[in-house]
């Protein structure tokens, strides 16, 4: 799986049905339901642009138990400068989206 992080891929993501992972072209990769309830919940932090989703998953993994990866790009966000964070777990769900400010 991880051969298929650096791949640029056009974008494309469907809904899918409640309950279902979202089904998304870049990297053959699915998001967890939970990812769009977030960026609908908290749209300053969770909801970035799925077009940086290639950038981010092309960097070095950060490991974590059970398989669980996390990808790291620093960057900015409605002027403010930090870092995206990506989660995906063993199974290539991406269950974790987040811009993490500079303190």
Do not use: W
Request: net charge positive.
């Amino acid at each position: 799986m991880a051969g298929n992080y650096g791949k640029s891929t056009q974008e494309i993501c469907d809904g899918g049905g409640a309950g279902s992972a979202i089904a998304c072209s870049i990297l053959k990769a699915q998001y967890d339901p939970r990812v769009r309830v977030r960026a609908v919940e908290d749209p300053v932090s969770h909801n970035f642009p799925h077009s940086l989703d290639d950038a981010i998953l092309s960097t070095k993994p950060i490991p974590k138990k059970n398989g669980y990866n996390i990808f790291q790009k620093s960057g900015t966000m409605n002027g403010k400068e930090g870092v995206f964070e990506i989660g995906v777990t063993k199974d290539g769900i991406i269950n974790h989206r987040f811009f993490r400010p500079n303190k």
